[in-house]
């Protein structure tokens, strides 16, 4: 469904509470083409439906989304994740990271210091990468603005490899938080990343909130040199 113009989504959902910030950082190089495109296409606009069924995460959730390939684009800024746009993301082009990985920090900077302004407190943010395949450029710059950036509590950087990634650029972005997808069915990675945003919903910002468990067809890898 389209959103009209009169349907502009609000800033902010329940101001007074706590909230967070997710940006999905999207491979849609033309590797990804066929199954794996269309089955995250599917993933995330079942997660969006999945999300909002829960009232405390749907109004404490911002959801943001950028694609990359051989450039990259911000296909949603953040919104309240009732607000989040269907998704029908086209497979195309090279694979080209740094580039939308710094617009990705920027970007949860951003709605950091956004929060703050409207007296909202932040939980820490979280980006999650998935890709299936080794960036053409140099990613060593942008490893550490990750680094600095998690050391300062300001984002958790995840990642999750999809059949023909390369786990060691995984590794070097997320240290050890990098997932690993067997197959192409995205349904298990998005409800763990449902059942964690709930786990922070349910968290106070600076409380480490509990960890999900992986089920289904997403594992931990652990192929690290």
Known sequence: MEQRNFERPPEIIAASEPHMALVFLLDTSGSMA???????????????AEVCENKKT??????????????YTV????V???????????????????????KALE???????????????????????????????DISAVTGKIKQM??????????????????NVLHQLCGPKVMKLLGTDFSSFFDWVNKSMR???????????????????????TDWD
């Open 34 to 48: 066929n199954g794996p495109i269309e089955a995250l296409n599917a993933g995330l606009n079942r997660f969006k």
């Open 58 to 71: 749907k109004e404490i959730l911002d959801v943001a989304i950028i694609e990359f390939n051989s450039n």
């Open 75 to 78: 296909v949603q800024e953040f």
């Open 80 to 102: 309240p994740v009732e607000y989040m746009e269907p998704v029908n993301l086209v497979a195309t082009g090279m694979t080209y990271m740094s580039p939308a990985i710094d």
């Open 107 to 137: 970007m949860v900077n951003d709605r950091s210091r956004f929060y703050r302004r409207a007296g909202t407190e932040p939980y820490k943010p979280w980006i999650i990468l998935i890709s299936d395949g080794a960036p053409m450029d």
């Open 150 to 167: 998690e050391e300062d509590g300001k984002v958790s950087f995840r990642s999750l490899g999809v059949e023909g990634y390369d786990p």
């Open 199 to 221: 786990s922070v919903s349910q968290s106070s910002p600076g409380e480490k909130p509990t960890p999900e468990k992986l089920t289904g067809n997403v594992v931990v890898d």
